[in-house]
């Protein structure tokens, strides 16, 4: 019953986040975050534990993370695009925080 809540539950989001997917680096954005939400859901399901709802940063807000379970990794260019971490407070549930994070090959303005 767990893994059928959980597929469901990747089923939903992953459709939700092909709405995101239309140019070309919002295809790669798309496809990153639908993996990170497959593999937390198949993580959740292993470890017994509810597939996290994902909740979008505002400035300032606090997060008690113990121990980060997975990351997005950055963006190969120099544009700023969504990011997710997903991770374990202190009472050992799992929480994923979406962000938006500047890729790495930016100018250093040198």
Known sequence: MKTLNALLAVS????SSLALAEGGSDRVYGQMIR???QAMAQYAAENG????EIVHYKY?????VKKVVSSTPANKGCGVGPSRMTYEDSNGKLNTVEYRLLGENCPNGS
């Not at 939903?12 to 459709?15: A, F, G, N, P, R």
């Not at 534990?49 to 996290?52: D, G, N, S």
């Open 49 to 52: 534990k509810a597939v996290p």
């Open 12 to 15: 939903i989001l992953s459709l």
């Open 60 to 64: 300032g807000m606090k997060l008690d």
């Open 35 to 37: 993996n990170n939400q």
